[in-house]
């Protein structure tokens, strides 16, 4: 099983919300842990959003606006992205990341569609 | 402005070693990681490993050891990763990060380098 399992694809409408989920293998309690999220357009490297470990203790990126936003889902074991105000440049793959066993780990991303 | 500029693209044989270069500007060298994440067309993110430019430490991912080696030369602000008996597998963007020490923190990435394995 996967450290980190993300869904593969997610749609939603301009101005709605998306909720990005990144869920930590069952062995792993997402409680303890950093999540780092990242945005990447298709032909760009990856970009910093935010990272999230509680709502004390969290960090948003230089000029990444406040509709991203993370959070975590203990019952889910899972993090949490969350982007309100969808706009048609949100439209991009979006990955977590969190360092796990000495490693920096990805999930595999989602590729989220604005239509 | 902060900025990595990296290496143009390479193509090499299967076997065969990859040398990538990501210089450094605006900011104190010393006193950020570099880490470094790849990614084959189409795929998602892998990282590779980390490297303190100020000691030299580094840490590579279990995949990688023994093939891989990230150094730098601090007199011009360039971290360089170095890949070993390169296979078709090995064909992506290399990425190098800038790295606020002990985060996760990648900001901001370099434009990426393809790396082609093809004989």
């Known amino acids: 099983q996967a450290v980190l399992t993300q869904p593969s694809s997610l749609s939603a409408s301009p101005g709605a919300s998306a909720s990005l989920t990144c869920t930590l293998r069952?062995?792993?309690?997402?409680?303890?842990?950093?999540i780092y999220w990242y945005q990447q357009k298709p032909g760009s490297p990856p970009q910093y959003l935010l990272n999230?470990?509680?709502?004390?203790?969290?960090?948003?990126g230089s000029g990444v606006p406040s509709r991203f936003s993370g959070s975590k889902d203990g019952s889910a074991n899972a993090g949490i992205l969350l982007i309100s105000g969808l706009q048609s440049e949100d439209e991009a793959d979006y990955y977590c990341?969190?360092?796990?066993?000495?490693?920096?780990?990805f999930g595999g991303g989602t590729k989220l569609t604005v239509l | 402005q902060v900025q990595l500029v990296q290496s143009g693209a390479e193509v090499k044989k299967p076997g065969a070693s990859v040398k990538v270069s990501c210089k450094a500007s605006?900011?104190?060298?010393?006193?950020?990681?570099i880490n470094w994440v790849r990614q084959a067309t189409g795929q998602g993110l892998e990282w590779m490993g980390w490297?303190?430019?100020?000691?030299?430490?580094?840490g590579y991912a279990q995949k990688f050891q023994g093939r891989v080696t990230m150094t730098r030369d601090t007199a011009i602000s360039t971290a360089y990763m170095e890949l070993s008996s390169l296979r078709s597998e090995d064909t992506a963007v290399y990425y190098c990060?800038?790295?606020?020490?002990?985060?996760?923190?990648?900001?901001?990435w370099g434009q990426g380098t393809l790396v082609t394995v093809s004989s």
């Open positions: 990341m969190i360092w796990h066993s000495s490693t920096w780990v």
């Open positions: 990060a800038r790295t606020i020490v002990n985060t996760g923190v990648f900001d901001p």
């Open positions: 605006g900011y104190t060298f010393t006193s950020y990681d």
């Open positions: 069952s062995d792993i309690n997402v409680a303890t842990y950093w």
């Open positions: 999230y470990r509680s709502d004390s203790d969290k960090q948003q």
């Open positions: 490297m303190n430019p100020n000691s030299g430490n580094t």
